[in-house]
């Protein structure tokens, strides 16, 4: 009984967090506790590793997404997933034939989680292919394989999105709409810290080619994307460090920890930490003339704690994959908009700041960032 009520209670939260459409019902009790008709997204999985099978998952319970396709170089992977997820055989790919999907009229959207440096050329064939792209971080390795990508969903017409769960977070859109609506005062500083102990040194996320870095592309990339949603403005300027305390572990181009500072043209600066050797680092703060914010943990899969200078956060813990997906489903299916961008472009500017990040490391000097 106490799972069917959290399991209600978590998807009456993810609603009222999206607020999306109702399709005439009355309710949100009402969304969830009669059939919907409305448009469905029927989305195929790329990639069906650790994360693809988190958000195949999730997935199932979501009313405007469905999982309705698989795309897998390993073929046992495919049956087990197959006969969990009652997909068909005409829905399911490798590696080599996927392009075939153009003529697949049951598949809408491709979800591509697979390492970071596959994701350039795995977008772009989706697009070619006339199906919607939702891509997982980073979105590329830099910002020109991301401005290639953004381009061919555009000649292709199809949307490109990209999977930052954290901004359909309850918790994380309290704190911006009290940003926004003033409750903060001037916003004057942003921590952001996010970090893990990697294990296996043999996996790809330790492999440049694969990885196209280290713990920056990984996780750091929360602080930069969280920086700019929590401020709520673009960075002017990046500095950063690097600190390597184990080279072999950590080879040539894989960063095991770096710390950056942004400016915002409003005054307020940022620092933050990104690592793969340092547990539990999963913390933001943001002060400001009238108050502050807090999460932590502040990007994990939750539940996400935070309060504020009025006192704790109560939203309850929401499955950040459910509502990402339900959400995503609106946003292609319905143009619905997005209250923090998920788009191609917003993944570009993280993309343009990372490569600031690696050049200012490398040179030691301030760069100058136009957004
Ligand atoms: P994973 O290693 O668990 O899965 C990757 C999948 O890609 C595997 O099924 C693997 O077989 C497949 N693959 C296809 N070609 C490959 C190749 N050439 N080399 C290695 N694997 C190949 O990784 P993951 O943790 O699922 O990460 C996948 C993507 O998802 C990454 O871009 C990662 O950054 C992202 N991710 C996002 C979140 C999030 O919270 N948004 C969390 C975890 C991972």
Redesign the pocket.
């Known amino acids: 009984m106490d799972s069917r009520r959290n399991f209600l209670q978590t998807l009456s939260a993810s609603i009222l967090a999206l607020s999306i459409p109702q399709h005439g019902f009355a309710s949100i009790e009402d969304f969830y506790s009669k059939p919907y008709e409305g448009p469905v997204l029927r989305v195929a999985i790329m ?6 099978t ?1 958000v195949a998952e999730a997935m199932q319970a979501c009313k405007m997404a469905k999982l309705v396709g698989l795309i ?3 073929p046992s ?1 495919i049956k087990n997933w197959q006969s969990k997820y009652n997909i068909p055989e005409k829905n399911c790919y490798n ?1 080599e034939n996927f392009d075939l999907i153009k003529d697949n009229p049951d598949i809408d959207a491709v979800y591509v ?4 440096a ?2 350039h050329d795995q977008v772009i064939r989706v697009a070619k292919a006339g199906k919607h792209v939702i891509c ?3 979105m590329a390795l830099n910002a020109k394989e991301g401005q290639e990508m953004i381009e061919a969903c555009r000649k292709a017409n199809v949307k490109l999105l990209v ?1 930052y ?1 954290m901004h359909f977070e309850p918790k994380t859109l309290e704190i911006i709409r009290m940003r926004k609506e003033g409750e903060l005062g001037k916003i004057m500083f942003f921590q952001g810290l996010c970090g893990f102990k990697i294990g296996d040194p043999t ?2 996320r330790l492999n440049k080619q ?1 990885a196209g870095g280290g713990s920056l592309m ?1 996780i750091g990339i929360y602080a930069i994307n969280g920086a700019r949603y929590m401020v709520g403005e673009e960075p002017v300027w990046v500095t950063a460090q690097e600190t390597k305390t184990n080279p072999e572990k950590f080879k040539e181009g894989v960063d095991e920890s770096i710390q950056f500072q942004f400016g915002f043209p409003g005054g307020a600066v940022a620092s933050c930490l990104s690592s793969y050797n340092m547990s539990n680092l999963d913390r933001f703060f943001l002060a400001a003339e009238k108050g502050f914010a807090e999460l932590q943990p502040s990007t994990g ?1 939750g539940p996400i704690r935070g309060r504020t200078n009025k006192g704790e956060l109560n939203h309850p813990h929401v499955t ?1 994959q459910t509502v990402q997906m339900e959400k995503m489903a609106g946003i292609i299916l319905t143009n619905e908009p997005a209250q923090v961008p998920v788009d191609g472009e917003e993944a570009l500017k993280d993309l343009k700041i990372i490569d600031a990040i690696y050049l200012a490391v490398k040179t030691g000097k301030k760069i100058n960032l136009k957004l």
């Open positions: 990639g069906l590793g650790s994360y693809g988190r897998s170089g390993t992977k590696y989680i697979t390492p970071n596959l994701h997982e971080k980073p999977g769960r996996q790809w694969l990984d899969y950040h």
